[in-house]
């Protein structure tokens, strides 16, 4: 079956330009989470949507970072002005809640974001 | 504040042999534990997960993984690996919605 889809799945942009991240969670799925993974990090938490809302955009670096949600399924994370230490993958992942106890997250391959 | 540490960066085991990786966690209340996988290539993937009931609890490619609460650990085992297990695992608890996670231990397999 289709699981989190991201787009693209690599990125090399140039310093100072602004990139637009997607991700198609699985159909269904009401959460859906932005992760960031620097490397020998673990996953940093970004923006949390439920439905078309994001009850928590704490995670998301500085106000260079936005996320959306259109139509409680495709999600796209926004970076202007991209600093070379905005170099990371992106992860999505969707969930068919968001209530606790977790329901599992699915996550997609991630996004490579370079930034030169 | 919550927190989970996974104190190995990387582990080298031969193939065959067992396998223990750690996981310690900081969480006031009852906890929601998980292990994912992360293999080259590959999105993150569920193991398993604890949430109630016995603390011993088996996930998928053979691994299972103890809760102990007197120890705030959650580790994960396998009696013999398989080349195919090199990847990194992450540890994490469930913190409301949101998942907090550990830096990864990564897995390394001597043939």
């Known amino acids: 079956g289709a699981g989190v889809s991201q787009s693209p799945s690599n990125k090399v942009t140039e310093k100072g330009k602004d990139v637009e991240l997607r991700c198609d969670p699985i159909s269904g799925h009401t959460a859906l989470y932005w992760y960031r993974q620097s490397l020998g990090q673990g996953l940093e938490f970004l923006i949390y949507f439920q439905g078309n809302s994001a009850p928590d955009k704490s995670g998301l670096p500085s106000d260079r970072f936005s996320a959306e949600r259109t139509g409680g399924s495709v999600s796209t994370l926004t970076i202007q002005r991209t600093q070379q230490e905005d170099s990371a993958v992106y992860l999505c992942?969707?969930?068919?809640?968001?209530?606790?106890?977790?329901?599992?997250?699915?996550f997609g391959n991630g996004t490579r974001l370079t930034v030169t | 504040a919550q927190s989970v540490t996974q104190p190995d960066i990387h582990i080298t085991v031969s193939e065959g042999a067992s396998l223990e990786l750690r996981c310690n966690y900081s969480?006031?209340?009852?906890?929601?534990l998980f292990w994912y996988v992360q293999s080259p290539g590959q999105g993150l993937q569920l193991l398993l997960k604890y949430f109630s009931g016995d603390t011993l609890v088996q996930g998928i490619k053979g691994f299972e993984a103890e809760f102990k609460r007197s120890q705030s650990s959650f580790n994960l085992r396998k009696p013999s690996v398989h080349w195919s297990d090199a990847a990194e695992y992450f540890c994490?608890?469930?913190?409301?919605?949101?998942?907090?996670w550990g830096a990864g231990t990564k897995l390394i397999i001597k043939p």
């Open positions: 992942a969707s969930s068919a809640t968001g209530s606790r106890p977790s329901s599992p997250l699915h």
């Open positions: 969480y006031g209340a009852t906890p929601y």
């Open positions: 994490a608890v469930d913190s409301n919605y949101q998942l907090i």
